[in-house]
């Protein structure tokens, strides 16, 4: 079945970076858009950044945008998100989600379970 | 852009129903076909549950429906079950491969 693990969260000072992955398995990587979503605590789920299965078109929330890059490596059935000039409100567990579709359909059909992100001094 | 509007709870007894509204707008409900909605129990993947508004994903019970009205969305809970207490939440295709989500709604099965 389709499996989602992210790795790499942790605790980091204001305006370091940290990258987190997505290892992926049980489906055919390469044909999925892909998505990361975070909730900071206590609060909802919030959409970051999606990129399609070609690795070629990326888009973010304008909070992030400029600071985090999204890439693939299809060739390892991995995601992953590059965070830059971190903030203490990004703090939050970081979830990468699957596509339902090669693109972006709007649909998150599987999840992982999440790796938390504490930025902090 | 803001997030959905949801009620931040609802509750019910088992065997009864509840809905969960969803307010968008017309650059996110309003203008696409494409909302889904999530179960979520703490400290566990989100469930995709609905999509296109009002399907159900292979396995999702029929007991979860969905329905929209203009740029509000609604999903429903019939025959409550203990196992539905989590968090809700609505998501809209919002453009340009975006999408946007509600700020969700904790569901107590009392």
């Known amino acids: 079945q389709v499996q989602l693990v992210e790795s790499g969260g942790g605790v980091v000072q204001p305006g370091r970076s940290l990258r987190l992955s997505c290892v992926a398995s049980g489906f055919s990587f390469s044909n999925y858009g892909m998505h990361w979503v975070r909730q900071a605590p206590g609060k909802g789920l919030e959409w970051v950044a999606v990129?399609?299965?070609?690795?070629?078109?990326?888009y973010f929330i304008d909070s992030v945008e400029g600071r985090f890059t999204i890439s693939r490596d299809n060739a390892k059935h991995t995601l992953f998100l590059q965070m830059d000039s971190l903030r203490v409100d990004d703090t939050a567990v970081y979830y990468c989600?699957?596509?339902?579709?090669?693109?972006?359909?709007?649909?998150?059909?599987?999840w992982g379970q999440g790796s938390l992100v504490t930025v902090s001094s | 852009q803001s997030a959905l509007t949801q009620p931040a709870s609802v509750s019910g007894s088992p065997g009864q129903s509840i809905t969960i509204s969803c307010d968008g707008t017309s650059s996110d409900i309003g203008s696409y076909n494409i909302v889904s909605w999530y179960q979520h129990h703490p400290g566990r993947a989100p469930k995709f549950i609905i999509y296109e508004v009002n399907k159900r994903p292979s396995g999702v019970s029929d007991r979860f429906s969905g329905s929209r009205s203009g740029t509000t969305a609604s999903l429903t809970i019939s025959d409550l079950q203990a196992e539905d207490e989590a968090h809700y939440y609505c998501c809209s295709y919002a453009g340009t491969s975006t999408v946007i989500f509600g700020g969700g709604t904790k569901l107590t099965v009392l």
């Open positions: 990129i399609w299965y070609d690795g070629i078109t990326k």
């Open positions: 989600a699957r596509d339902s579709d090669v693109g972006a359909s709007g649909y998150l059909d599987n």
